[in-house]
């Protein structure tokens, strides 16, 4: 089935886009409670879902991400809502939607689709023909809502990237993916930046655009863009880190981002290569704000180095990935020795 490209339509425009901020974070702060599951407030509370959306476009946001990431049936039989997949998918991209097409301006509609929290055969008990039964049964949702793109997002097993991606294109929407590069500077299922770019080979469709999102730090997914883009330059490739770096304060989570760090964030994510950039956890309407500011008035610019980043954003939370990164920095310098 062939799909529409909203993202390079809109790249050919505009040269790089920046997606919204966090959806947890800013839903917390307009009266989430913990425990609580944000998909439910589509039907509940559709009201706070537009101020959500709403204020990222007055940001500045050219993507906004649908209210949707626990959507499948896996994460919604948690709360009893696993009968209730399409509705509460169709009604996130239906919010996200009426605000886009009142933006005065083009505005993506994404399809947040987030990983099921199931492990895979052999590892777990979900086959895999079952996974994509179940992100088809979400993005289907989505499609009917107003999504022009499935978003999938924070996924950590390469088999279930596939999986997902199998889902849209069998829905007929076209899809992106990230990962969240977590774990000694791999995901949770050990897949490393530079890997990303194969995790679809072989479908009838490629991705929009790939890259990572999530993680541990602003740093330390910075050091994964340099990597992704080192792999493939021409490839379209999408960052959305966290704001700074998380911290407990007592039994909260806090993020050290402030505005000015995530302005510089961006100015570093476009200089390494990124298409597509925005905010992850922490990230506010403040600060993607500063973030469209930054990305407005920037020229791209040399090409960082990990201590650059370090330098200017702050020290990787992963002293693996930190070393992994170098190693594989010195591996590319006697590549490029090679070649002259």
């Known amino acids: 089935m062939t799909t529409t490209n909203p993202i390079d339509a809109l790249l050919a425009e505009k040269g790089v886009l920046l997606a919204d901020g966090a959806t947890g974070t800013n839903l917390f702060a307009m009266g989430l409670e913990a425990g609580e599951a944000p998909e439910l407030l589509n ?16 940001a500045g946001a050219d993507i906004i991400l649908t209210n ?3 959507g499948t049936r896996h994460r919604l039989k948690l709360h009893h809502a696993q009968d209730r997949v399409h509705a509460l998918n169709k009604r996130a991209a239906e919010i996200a939607r009426a605000v886009a097409d009142k933006a005065g301006r083009k505005v993506i509609v994404a399809g947040s689709v987030g990983p099921t929290g199931e492990l895979l055969v052999p590892l777990g008990a979900m086959t895999y023909d079952e996974a994509i039964e ?22 950590s097993a390469p088999d279930e990237i596939r999986a997902a991606a199998e889902a849209a294109i069998r829905v007929g929407l076209p899809y992106t993916y990230t990962g969240s590069f977590d774990t000694a500077g791999r995901t949770m299922m050990g897949l490393l930046p530079r890997d990303i770019h194969g995790v679809v080979d072989g479908l009838s469709q490629n991705p929009l655009g790939v890259g990572a999102n999530c993680g541990v730090g602003a740093s330390d ?23 700074g770096i998380p911290e407990f304060r007592g039994t909260e989570i806090h993020y050290s981002g402030t505005p000015e760090l995530m302005a510089d964030y961006v100015r570093l994510a476009v200089d390494a290569g990124a298409r597509i950039v925005g905010g992850c956890c922490g990230t506010s309407f403040q600060h993607l704000a500063a973030m469209r500011k ?44 090679s070649r002259a």
């Open 134 to 155: 179940a992100f088809a049964e979400q993005i289907e949702g989505l499609k009917e809502g107003g999504a022009e793109v499935a978003w999938i997002e924070t996924m």
């Open 221 to 243: 997914i910075l050091a994964s863009l340099l990597d992704m883009t080192e792999a493939k330059p021409e490839a379209t490739i999408i960052v959305k880190g966290n704001c």
């Open 294 to 337: 930054a990305l407005d008035a920037h020229t791209k610019s040399e090409r960082p180095t990990v201590e650059t980043i370090v330098g200017r954003i702050g020290p990787m939370r992963n002293k693996v990935a930190t070393e992994n990164t170098a190693e594989t920095s010195e591996a590319r310098r006697e590549r490029r020795r």
């Open 68 to 70: 949707s990431f626990g």
């Open 43 to 58: 039907e509940t509370a559709p009201d706070t879902i537009t101020s959500l959306h709403q204020n990222f476009v007055d």
